[in-house]
């Protein structure tokens, strides 16, 4: 018989019951080290105290108004977005596929207002992770993920990742844009090299096609800068951001410039949901943070940290990790020799939360304001589990 909750995913036997800082505790009152972090989402750790705080304070004034009236909260957001980053002007979402539906949209809107309806298409790379709507996963263009659900969406052509020369080979007559994550998350924590964000971005320009940033994942401080591509010293026309952007409340947002937004007029898009006051307070909370003094200096030192010390693990451990340690700030990542998903069981047994990723990879994604204290902590536990593999 089916579970009454529809079994799309395998879950352990555990369930966490609180959460406060970098640690969840489960039912038994057992405390683990949180270094997945809700898949990246919970970038200020469980419970912040400014995030609580923000929260609070909405949800006794309005919960919802719909964006048929002005939110000032997302109003805020979005010039705050506008004044930290590359972009114009924002709008705000309840996910990342939400976020990147719009970018797909305002790239084929875009072509259609400057007199170029035919441009539709969107290049993307190979073990590329969007979403999972029917537009997201012909994006990914990942058979699993395409399997069983008909034919995939029209307007994808997908070329590898980071090789420049099949990007102007696949470019057509029809091409819109360049949908890419700086940094590959679900594919296995694979940085683009900044020569190959600078090349696409020297593509789109000569063919007048938009560039578009998947930092869902990447985004929002987690390798050290608000967004991933400012290391590249390129910027997209359009970013897609969500994950850490509402620390553990559903947000996601569409970021843009100006030229880029010009065909999304009155009427374009909508959402019900979407930036609702709930969402901004916290969102406006976490930049709070994020944006004071010194939260991206942390970042980049904690993650050099941990990355030595798990390059040491390498070499300690060469039958259970191998290759270089991919990812930069606090997007990490290491190629395992078991299956990652046995590393990923034993390390949560032993008390660390860390994640799979695809090409065997294993994902740490600690909380932001991650201390020394539990890095040290990480790398005994992910240390003596290895020392269990090392046979
Ligand atoms: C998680 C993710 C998405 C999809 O976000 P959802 O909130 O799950 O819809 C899109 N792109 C990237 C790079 C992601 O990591």
Known sequence: MIPSLLPIHVRPDVVFERGEGAYLYDLS???????????????????????????????????????????????????????????????FFNSGVEAIECSLK???????????????????????????TLAAIAAGGQDKHLAGFGPPMD?????????LNQVSGALTEQTAGILVEPVQGEGGIRPAAPEFLQGLRRLADEMGILLIFDEVQCGMGRTGRLLAHEWA???????????????????????????AASGMTVGSHGT????????????????????????????????????????????????VVEGDIRGTGLMLGM?????NRDLVVALREAGLLAGPAGDNVLRLLPPLIVGEAEIDE??????????GFDS
């Open 29 to 91: 009152g057992r405390r683990y080290l949180d270094f997945i972090c809700g898949i990246g989402v919970t970038g200020l750790g469980h419970c912040h105290p400014r995030l609580v705080a923000a929260l609070r304070e909405q949800e006794e004034k309005v919960w919802h108004l719909s964006n048929l009236f002005e939110i000032p909260e997302q109003t805020r957001l979005a010039q705050r977005l506008v004044a930290a980053s590359f972009a114009d002007t924002a709008f």
């Open 335 to 339: 190629r395992c020799i078991p299956p």
């Open 155 to 163: 307007g994808f052509d997908q070329v590898p990742f980071g090789n």
């Open 378 to 387: 990480a790398v005994g536990i992910l240390d003596s589990v290895f020392a």
């Open 272 to 319: 019900t949901f979407g930036g609702n006051p709930l969402a901004m307070a916290v969102a406006n909370a976490v930049l709070d943070v994020m944006l004071e003094e010194g939260f991206f200096e942390h970042i980049v030192e904690m993650g050099e940290k941990l990355s030595a010390r798990l390059d040491r693990l390498v070499k300690d451990h060469p039958k």
């Open 106 to 132: 305002m790239a084929r809107k875009y072509q259609d207002s400057v007199g170029h309806p035919e441009r539709y298409r969107i290049i993307t790379f190979e073990g590329a992770f969007h979403g999972r």
């Open 233 to 259: 010293g390129v910027a997209p026309d359009i970013a897609a951001v969500a994950k850490a952007l509402g620390g553990g409340f559903p947000v996601g947002a569409c970021l843009a410039l100006e030229r």
